[in-house]
Antibody, heavy 113, light 107 residues
Framework: QVQLVESGGGSVKSGGSLRLSCAAS????????MSWVRQAPGKGLEWISY????????YYTDSVMGRFTISRDNTKNVMYLQMYSLRAEDTAVYYC??????WGQGTLVTVSS | EIVVTQSPATLSVSPGERATLSCRAS??????LAWYQKKPGQPPRLLIY???TRSTGVPARFSGSGSETEFTLTINSVQSEDFAVYFC?????????FGHGTKVDIK
């Protein structure tokens, strides 16, 4: 069935780095744009990055611009989020999404000082 | 950035009642608006896209309406499984932005 599975979350010190992965299955990955969306504890949802189906178009929200890099490997059906210079305010559950209709279960990133 | 404002913050309803949730965008988003249901520990679930189109498998008691800057999600005859937080989201302009959510709880 259609599925997205995130991995790579964990605890990291402020200024550190992490790479999240999103493994897709059950659909033709290369046909869909993909995104990362996060939810900080007790807060709302924030759509932080987008990558088009072939990786041609990439967007970031201002809060992560210059620190996070989205990428995808259509031969492996995987999307990535490389996160650098992490801050306490990056603490959140990070979801990958196919378009708007399919979401992973999320992976928790905790940044401590 | 388009600011999306939802009201009310909390809506208390009894099972079987109708719930009406509002969403306002700071500038026109045409019909490029979606609604999601969010429960603790679960990912967002897409309910409505393009203002009024129900996503696959979404019950008919959920309906969306509106355009430009004013949008509404209506839940007819709220069921126990509908108690959750609902977010609207515009995807007309990047960055795509969410409202802060409306919590629908039991009256």
């Amino acid at each position: 069935q259609v599925q997205l599975v995130e991995s790579g979350g964990g605890s990291v010190k402020s200024g550190g780095s992490l790479r999240l992965s999103c493994a897709a299955s059950g659909f033709d990955f290369s046909d869909y744009y993909m995104s990362w969306v996060r939810q900080a504890p007790g807060k709302g949802l924030e759509w932080i990055s987008y990558i088009s189906s072939k990786g041609t178009y990439i967007y970031y929200t201002d809060s992560v611009m210059g620190r996070f890099t989205i990428s995808r490997d259509n031969t492996k059906n995987v999307m990535y989020l490389q996160m650098y210079s992490l801050r306490a305010e990056d603490t959140a559950v990070y979801y990958c999404a196919r378009g708007r209709d399919v979401w992973g279960q999320g992976t928790l990133v905790t940044v401590s000082s | 950035e388009i600011v999306v404002t939802q009201s009310p913050a909390t809506l208390s309803v009894s099972p079987g009642e109708r719930a009406t949730l509002s969403c306002r965008a700071s500038q026109s988003v045409s019909i490029n608006l979606a609604w999601y249901q969010k429960k603790p520990g679960q990912p967002p679930r897409l309910l409505i896209y393009n203002t009024s189109t129900r996503s696959t498998g979404v019950p008919a008691r959920f309906s969306g309406s509106g355009s430009e800057t004013e949008f509404t999600l209506t839940i007819n005859s709220v069921q126990s499984e509908d108690f959750a937080v609902y977010f609207c989201q515009q995807y007309n302009n990047w960055p795509w932005t969410f409202g802060h959510g409306t919590k629908v709880d039991i009256k």
